[in-house]
């Protein structure tokens, strides 16, 4: 009976050599500590879950403070929920770390991307410009016509433009665990992981493996 995932942060990106001595580049992440803060079970919930806690924080508010006292006192500044096969073998206040994830077993991760405030279509959306000839000295990035004429007449929702880049919520799935530090609770997984350096993330056993 295990939990399916845990809280962690990105800690940035390195080399390690794997098993059969190849290079790879992978990102370090820390997993936890997470403390278990509430118990979900089918008989009073409908479903079994585990909810942790993670990274302390001293600045709660009293209904944050009382929902974490029945798991020891514990001041958490992040809570998830994820889901169980079984809650027997956990109790409140149970740290979890870094073994949950085998090595060569695969996650998904998930994380809040780096934004890149607002942008144009060339780097949101891969748009192409303007030709750069005849005289258009001021089309190289212009979106172009964005109507459809005379009917619809008007912009259909959904047009790609100009906007708010980044800052949105993305999984990352299947990603290899290469090697993991049981000492330092950091795993590493091979490729890009979404996120800053030490930005939140979800790891979660992968729900489609792949090859």
């Known amino acids: 009976m295990t939990i399916e995932g845990m809280l962690g942060r990105k800690l940035g990106t390195t080399q390690v050599f794997d098993a059969q ?9 820390e997993v936890g500590p997470c403390y278990v803060t509430l118990i979900r079970t089918p ?13 302390e924080d001293r600045r709660l508010n009293k209904p944050e403070t009382g929902h974490l006292r029945a798991a020891g006192g514990l001041k958490l500044r992040h809570l998830a929920e994820f889901r169980t096969d079984g809650t027997a073998t956990y109790s ?3 740290r979890l770390g870094v073994e949950l994830f085998e090595v060569g077993s695969r996650v998904d991760v998930t994380a809040t991307s780096k934004g890149r405030g607002y942008q144009g279509g060339v780097k949101r959306h891969g748009f192409r410009g303007g030709p750069r000839t005849h005289g258009q000295s001021d089309r190289h990035r212009a979106p172009g016509s964005i109507g459809s004429g005379t009917t619809p007449g008007r912009v259909l929702k959904g047009t790609r433009m100009a906007g708010h880049m980044g800052a949105e919520r993305v999984t990352v799935r299947n ?15 091979a490729g890009s992981v979404p996120g800053p350096k030490g930005g939140l993330v979800r790891i979660r056993k992968a729900r489609k493996v792949s090859k």
């Not at 001595?21 to 992440?29: H, M």
């Not at 008989?43 to 990274?55: R, T």
């Open 175 to 189: 990603l290899e665990v290469v090697t993991r530090n049981d000492e330092a609770g950091v795993i590493f997984v």
């Open 43 to 55: 008989e009073k919930d409908g479903y079994s879950a585990i909810q942790v806690g993670y990274q």
């Open 92 to 94: 409140l206040g149970d």
């Open 21 to 29: 001595g190849r290079l790879r580049g992978v990102t370090a992440v």
